[in-house]
């Protein structure tokens, strides 16, 4: 990745994602500010997933939603095109990914709302921050991600089961990252599991869903959070005529800071 | 009020609602238990209602929202029948109050959308628990009540000014009063304002807009936090076909613990 790119300010990155100059993965990118997951939906389907948000706050904590029609979001960044400003979306239709692309203004529609939900590097910037250094952090490696048993709590047709993520922490570190997660209820918060992989219908650890197979060190314990992926199996289920989401890993970049997230 | 009343259970006192054997307000009822705002709207406001308490957290906590057609909530009690159990509704016709009532069950219509929000008097439990003992809480008064120059953030049609509800606080405990309250974020949270009211547009604090007049005295704070009453503002400003609401000060007495809210 380029030096240039690493010290650019959202509103470059944006405007790098938007001309097509940068279509990477977003993690490690304008560091200190929020990245978002993106779910858009038709005006028909936004009531029941909004609900169901609400009922999942977990893996599906809103930073905001836009008005019908609107593109250009209010509260998480100025002069930002939602259609444009991501490097890949995915667009599902009736629930199967159709195409993953790098522009979506000629799918978004007069009747379209869009979802921006906290995203996990919010946390894990948090944890760095404390002296918590998981590997797959340190080396810039997407954490192994699992298809847990918890189930989500439906709204509507949405429901399915909860993705989580997983990071390795050292034992004697575990309590100090959950606390410091915590304070961040809109970047999924404190852990949903922390220590039983089987309690939470994962039979494997060592093989996740997503994501390299690797291996647990004697003194780690796996700690398990929700995930952004969550909606994408919610909207598989819930089969509507069409959806876009990011793809994972290609997140939006907003101008809101982590800090404010911290309650 | 009847001692054995004081020492009901929240499903004994619903019962005694139900049955129009009660039909008072509801403050110092159930303590320990959550009590609740309701606003009740058609399908089709939903979504625009939705986004409004989502975009207005601290005037509008959502406690629970139930599916379209169900007046048995879920998450907040068990056997609970929202269209009775309220000893007092409001009935809303294109924004303009139209009847207070005290059973609902006939204007319950089968797309009818349910949104229990948190309510002040778990926080002003916290505050009491906490030594905090405002005068007006002691003496089982009502707060007074104002609209505030606040802007809520609009959505949809719904829109409006910040209702806040203030309480005098000795000046010793005014920081440890917005600690205490911060902590329940799904009862209004933290106050919105504290010491200047002219700041928030009240330009005589000792006449609310509603509740009795009454002096400040000089060491206590003013301290203002979001009231459950503003979404009954933002529908007269949305003026939507119909809408059921509580009567202020007639709440939903919950089977959920205060205790659970707390963060």
Redesign the interface.
Known sequence: MEQMLLGASPAELRKRIRSGEFSGPTGGLARGHVQANLVVLP?AW??DF??FC??NPKPCP?LE?T?PGQYMPLATAKDADLRTDLPRYRIFRNGELEAEVTDVTHYWTDDAVAFLLGCSFTFEAALLAAGIRPWELAAGQNPPIYISNIPTVP??LFSGRMVVSMLPIPAGQVARAAQVSARF?RAHGGPVHIGRPKAIGIQDLMCPDFGEPFVLKADEVPVFWACGVTPQIAISQARPEWAITHAPGYMFIADMKDSELE?
Do not use: K
Request: hydrophobic letters at 50%; zero cysteines; a positive charge.
């Open positions: 005006r936004a009531f909004l609900l609400q009922r809103i939603v008005n709204a509507g209820p309650e």
